[in-house]
């Protein structure tokens, strides 16, 4: 039998809502499986689906930087140690020139990054990273980057929410070259890529659901139509109106539109392609929360 602690308990009351005892409970007999644990607490109708929003561990910030044509995009995090340095004007500048050095760039990976010449400097990032350490007194690390491209048609859109504490980037197809460029549509794709801060969506269709979430999310919704105690036929309906809610709360397209609560992101968009005679869809998102904890 694994041993409850009490952090296991505060993690699990953190990411659920549910309380004290009840996490202790469904920690004892999932025997320490924090997944299990929160299935439990969901079957008995305690907790919430979870959101993969991640728990800030640190500061620093998030920038974005997206080319002109837009085909292009960047999420770049640098963490400091404390949030007064990462409101300070130049660590800002650091973070932000450091996303567009990756657009141009397109460094493979972190090492790669550290040894390119800075976009319009002499020095190294991991030298230019340096000297900013030096500078303002505090570690520093370039934690993850992410850079998005279309191919023909398309277009990248970002959003920078709280200062730098959560990034955005959405990824759109469409048909017409002069989309990317119409005003309709930079409205929309600002609208879809708040919508994802705001949100939490986790995929960009059902078909995007991985097998064993599903199976999981299924298995949930038929152990709670089973405590119903009501017939067989009727518990399949109601596990499978769980599921519908389930693929309305994750997927981005069906989520229901935060600027209108009447509509949903996939009508928003329908309306948007009509008016400007194409066929706008979400190819792709990222959302990233400073210092999450990332799998």
């Not at 308990?9 to 953190?14: H, S």
């Not at 299990?36 to 910030?61: C, F, I, P, Y």
């Not at 760039?105 to 230019?128: I, K, N, W, Y």
């Not at 730098?164 to 759109?172: A, M, N, Y």
């Amino acid at each position: 039998m694994a041993e409850i602690t009490a952090a296991m308990v505060k993690e699990l009351r953190e990411s659920t809502g549910a309380g004290m005892m009840a996490c202790k409970q469904a920690l004892a007999e999932a025997d320490g499986d924090m997944q299990a644990a929160v299935d439990l607490l969901r079957t008995k109708g305690l907790a919430a689906l979870a959101k993969k929003s991640g728990r800030a561990t640190n500061e620093g910030a998030i920038a974005a930087f997206v080319s002109d044509d837009s085909r292009v995009g960047v999420l770049v995090e640098v963490n400091s140690e404390t949030d007064f340095v990462a409101r300070n004007a130049e660590f800002l500048g650091f973070v932000n020139g450091l996303a567009e050095h990756i657009a141009v760039a397109v460094p493979d990976d972190a090492d790669q990054l550290m040894g390119q010449t800075f976009s319009g400097r002499a020095h190294t990032v991991e030298q230019v990273l340096g000297e900013a350490v030096t500078k303002l007194g505090e570690n520093m690390c370039v934690t993850r980057f992410i850079r998005a491209e279309t191919g023909g048609t398309g277009a990248v859109a970002s959003y920078i929410h709280g200062g730098g504490r959560i990034g955005v980037l959405v990824e759109f197809g469409f048909g017409n070259e002069g989309t990317a460029s119409s005003e309709a549509f930079k409205t929309a794709a600002k609208d879809v890529a708040m919508q994802v801060a705001a949100a939490f969506p986790q995929y960009v269709s059902r078909e995007a659901v991985p097998a064993d979430v599903l199976e999981r999310e299924l298995a949930i919704y038929k152990a709670q139509a089973a405590e119903s105690g009501k017939p067989e036929a009727i518990q399949e309906k109601m596990a499978a109106g769980r599921l519908e809610k389930f693929y309305k709360e994750v997927i981005l397209p069906e989520q229901v539109f935060v600027k209108d609560p009447d509509s949903t992101v996939a009508k928003y968009l329908a309306g948007v392609s009509k008016e400007l005679d194409d066929k706008i869809t979400i190819t792709g998102f990222t959302r990233w929360a400073l210092g999450e904890i990332t799998a």
